[in-house]
T-cell receptor, first 115, second 114 residues
Framework: KAGVTQTPRYLIKTRGQQVTLSCSPI?????VSWYQQTPGQGLQFLFE???????NKGNFPGRFSGRQFSNSRSEMNVSTLELGDSALYLC??????????????FGSGTQLSVL | GDSVTQMEGPVTLSEEAFLTINCTYT??????LFWYVQYPGEGLQLLLK?????DKGSNKGFEATYRKETTSFHLEKGSVQVSDSAVYFC?????????????FGRGTSLIVHP
């Protein structure tokens, strides 16, 4: 069974640009959540999607957005990139719904560098 | 809000040494507690979990006990191997509006020398 797949693996952008990251969950998983990992702040929750609807959102500015498609694949978008957005962005999928405390399966992440 | 505090790393040990990584938490209600491990270049993997007070999670020789009285969930292993070198994250989930939201610690890097 394939794991969680994130593309691209690495991205280099400049300030002011926008970026879209993609996440394909494990087959049969319907919940997808996104996290930002930085050395200074650690791992922080961005948002969670289930059935194409955002169910929860972390404490991030509106420049960070996402969506989920009918096949459960998800994308996140960051507009007007800032230097501080440089981070490893991790996606995780789980089998259950947001109201069940299911195990998270993580992808390897997309390393975003903003110059 | 909820928070997780882990000991700062890196923790450097020789092979076969005893490992303890401290984790304490602050949360409303009754959180579930987790340890995740991240190997270089990979995403996080669930190592073990405990869902109620006095539960002990265990996996691959690692153990952690949910201590409600001290709000702690320390990770232990009796004899570490070089292959255990990784970053370890303590985490909790609490409910918010019926959904489970995870909160992670900052991670503790473990380096095991032969």
């Amino acid at each position: 069974k394939a794991g969680v797949t994130q593309t691209p693996r690495y991205l280099i952008k400049t300030r002011g640009q926008q970026v879209t990251l993609s996440c394909s969950p494990i087959s049969g998983h319907r919940s997808v959540s996104w996290y930002q990992q930085t050395p200074g702040q650690g791992l922080q929750f961005l948002f969670e999607y289930f059935s194409e609807t955002q169910r929860n959102k972390g404490n991030f500015p509106g420049r960070f957005s996402g969506r989920q498609f009918s096949n459960s694949r998800s994308e996140m978008n960051v507009s007007t990139l800032e230097l501080g957005d440089s981070a490893l962005y991790l996606c995780a999928s789980s089998k259950g719904t947001p109201t069940t405390n299911e195990k998270l399966f993580f992808g390897s992440g997309t390393q975003l560098s903003v110059l | 809000g909820d928070s997780v505090t882990q000991m700062e790393g890196p923790v450097t040990l020789s092979e076969e040494a005893f490992l303890t990584i401290n984790c304490t938490y602050t949360a409303t209600g009754y959180p579930s507690l987790f340890w995740y491990v991240q190997y270089p270049g990979e995403g996080l993997q669930l190592l073990l979990k405990a869902t109620k007070a006095d539960d002990k999670g265990s996996n691959k020789g690692f153990e952690a006990t949910y201590r409600k009285e001290t709000t702690s969930f320390h990770l232990e292993k009796g004899s570490v191997q070089v292959s255990d070198s990784a970053v370890y994250f303590c985490a909790l989930t609490t409910t918010s509006g019926g959904s489970y939201i995870p909160t992670f610690g900052r991670g503790t890097s473990l380096i095991v020398h032969p």
